[in-house]
């Protein structure tokens, strides 16, 4: 049973069949659709009406059960409880993915996480609206870019020192404040919001953003609290071990909802990203089959945004070191960390051939020489220490 019908619930099932399962498949969705890319709703549905993203999905062919619009509320031993319906198992995959974090106040507060917010955004985005935008994270800043571009006055307010300060730091996240000011965005930072009101936001310290519409993007919780009762152990998702097996047997976890134990980064780690949603069902799959696979990638995520492609791959939290390949004034350049003389995560602007060599560096781990690194006229690949 595979409980959540995004992307990482329809590639387990895809991978179980691949795999040769020949078992009965019962998927559940909360959603009433059936399941869609995520990563198009902040890019192009918003702008581009033609596009639809949703999956090739063919469940007949794959002989699966599958439940749209049921949601699961409670996880009983092998028995699966729905807002409908009670499941046996005896495996079960949990892809339930995360939910948007809401703020206070009586305003209606918009968000950018499904396929319909994406939808009913399109609609109201035109020339005049005012847009409030709480956070300059990669979907605020997808958001700004997409409203700006169809003639929204629009306003980002950051609690942090700069955008994306959360996820790559304030030093690096500052680099993009004049991408906000070249489209014509209003950007904010160091301002808290303290309520969302029906006709703006209330922020602390008295002040006031009118604004008609108003879409919080301050980050995603994993969707778990139905789990709370259920024995397993919760840690910031659904800890499983590095096969992502989590501590009930015949349970597993995969995508947003799961936080795994990297080997690599040494450290358990759970990652909103589309490339961990297409891989780690592969790694479920095989070790439900009676594999021992393991799951220990080098993350990697891409953000449009301003006219720029934004990619990071890795993972820096435990860098030691910050490295500028190139000048960030420039309108392209890469941003490296590094641990020991070792590469460990790099962010790259409209440099995709960085960002292709630099995934390989991290994942050899071979160490580099620093002042080959620097020079953006040397491809990564020959900056190996020789």
């Known amino acids: 049973m595979v409980a959540g019908a995004g992307l990482a619930g329809l590639r387990t099932v895809e991978q179980l069949r691949a795999r040769g399962l020949a078992g009965r498949i019962t998927l559940i969705g909360a959603e009433p659709r059936p399941p869609y890319d995520r990563p198009p709703l902040s890019k192009k549905v918003l702008t581009e009406s033609a596009l639809d993203p949703s999956l090739d999905a063919d469940f007949a062919a794959l002989d699966v059960d599958f439940h749209p619009g049921e949601e699961a509320v409670r996880l009983a031993g092998t028995t699966l409880v729905t807002d409908r319906a009670e499941y046996s198992f005896d495996h079960l995959v949990l892809a339930t993915g995360a939910f948007p974090i809401a703020l206070p106040g009586e305003g209606r507060q918009r968000f950018l996480r499904s396929y319909d917010d994406a939808l009913a955004l399109r609609d109201l985005l035109r020339p005049g609206l005012r847009l409030a935008i709480v956070g300059a ?24 020192p700069a955008p994306l300060a959360s996820a790559v730091g304030a030093t690096l996240g500052a680099q993009t404040v004049g991408w906000y000011a070249g489209a014509g965005v209003d950007l904010r930072v160091d301002v808290a919001v303290e309520s969302v009101q029906p006709d703006g936001l209330a922020l602390a310290g008295g002040e006031w953003i009118a604004a008609d519409e108003i879409v919080t993007a301050v980050g995603v919780r994993p969707a778990t609290r139905w789990l709370a009762d259920s024995g397993l152990h919760l840690q910031n998702g659904v800890a499983v071990d590095a096969g992502l097996r989590a501590s009930q047997p015949g349970v597993y976890a995969v995508g947003d909802c799961a936080a795994f134990e990297s080997r690599r980064f040494g450290r358990r780690l759970r990652f909103e990203h589309w490339d961990v949603a297409l891989h780690a069902p592969e790694v479920v799959a095989a070790n439900l089959l009676g594999g021992d696979e393991v799951y220990d990638p080098v993350p990697y995520f891409w953000s449009e945004q301003f006219g ?6 890795g993972y ?27 590469l460990v995560a790099l962010l790259t602007v409209d440099r995709p051939r960085d960002l292709l060599q630099g995934r390989r560096l991290i994942t050899s781990g071979d160490p580099v020489d620093i002042g080959r690194l620097a020079d953006p006229a040397i491809p990564l690949k020959a900056a190996v220490a020789t």
């Open 137 to 160: 994270g990669w979907i605020g800043a997808e958001l700004a870019t997409a409203a700006a571009g169809r003639g929204a006055q629009v306003t980002v307010v950051e609690a942090g």
């Open 308 to 313: 720029r492609m934004v990619q990071y791959a």
């Open 316 to 342: 820096h939290g435990d860098a030691e070191d910050l490295l500028w390949r190139g000048d960030p004034a420039a309108p392209t350049w890469t941003a490296c960390w590094l641990t020991a003389g070792r």
